[in-house]
């Protein structure tokens, strides 16, 4: 059996790790060829077909990013892309199609599954937020680089008595804020579940002054105030309906810094969030997805993901990762109420 695999949306530390576990099991376990998709859905509906054996995934265990590339590229968006996607299937005699992604990618992989592709998922993203799994990978090596820029934060905010405003990422779910908030001992915790009032916040800033120490606000990308919408610098859409995210930092800072007459600065974490080694748990992680994913194959068990359920991992329908977010618990979000202001 010929396997091909594919990396789609924004890329994420583990994607190689998840890419090395498939291609060695399926190698040396199942006795399968591979084929990579260069970036994403792209390669798929043009051809973009690259060689996938043992000695290309050696060494790739600690690498950021994807050796295969990436895109978020919508084969939906077109009206013959399906077809496109299932004739380079064919032109290349790929048999079936492994998908790592997020909720855009896994979307396209459920739509492709039920025109009969035989098609199975894995979770990755930063963001946590794939319907269906406990964790995705990516996200532990996320939150860990955001604790540590809030723990540099800290002491230069200290050191001018200044209020540091740090945007992490998380478009429609909050677990990096709050993950990377809480361990990083921020004093305001803003996410997109929970609409913020601007002027709750500069009260929370101002308690802080009182006591002389300098408050740190972690806020999460799509975090929109009550009154008023979601801040944004672009409002030019991708081919999954997304606009470009950031904004809400520096405008949250200008906010803070007019209504407290003290100054305000803002830190956008960005991209760092994505970049550089994974951690050992999303190495751990994506390796385990990478394993179970091609026995489903070898099982021929299409049109499902690979999950983590507790401890273990399972196989859910893609159609349950296609269907919403994963966002936020308002209780475990209030559960640390105590530790904000």
Known sequence: MRVGVLTGGGDCPG??????????????VHGFDFVGVRDGWRGALDGGIVPLDVPAVRGILPRGGTILGSSRTNPLASEDGVHRVRETLAD???????????????????ALADEGIRVVGVPKTIDNDVAGTDSTFGFDTAVNIATEAIDRLHTTAESHTRTLVVEVMG???????????????????????????????????????????????????????????????????????????????????????????????????????????????????????????VDAVKEREFGVMVALRGTDIVRVPLAEAAAGIRTVDPALYAEFGVFFG
């Not at 790790?17 to 498939?22: E, K, P, S, T, V």
């Not at 290349?92 to 990618?105: N, Y």
């Open 15 to 28: 994607l190689n790790a998840a890419i090395r576990g498939i291609v060695r099991k399926g190698v040396e």
């Open 171 to 293: 478009r429609h779910a909050g677990w990096i804020a709050l993950y990377s908030g809480i361990a990083g001992g921020a004093n305001v915790i803003l996410i997109p579940e929970q609409p913020f009032d601007v002027d709750q916040v500069c009260g929370w800033v101002e308690n802080r002054f009182k006591i002389r120490y300098a408050p740190i606000v972690v806020v999460a990308e799509g975090a929109v105030p009550k009154e008023g919408q979601m801040v944004v610098k672009d409002s030019a859409l991708d081919e999954f309906g997304h606009v470009r995210l950031s904004g809400v930092g520096e405008w949250l800072a200008r906010e803070i810094a007019d209504r407290t007459g003290k100054e305000a600065r803002t830190t956008v974490l960005g991209h760092i969030q994505r970049g550089g080694t994974p951690s050992a748990f999303d190495r751990w992680l994506a390796t385990r997805f990478g394993l179970r994913a």
């Open 92 to 110: 290349f005699d790929v048999d079936a199609l492994i998908a790592i992604g997020g909720e855009d990618t896994l979307g396209v992989a459920a």
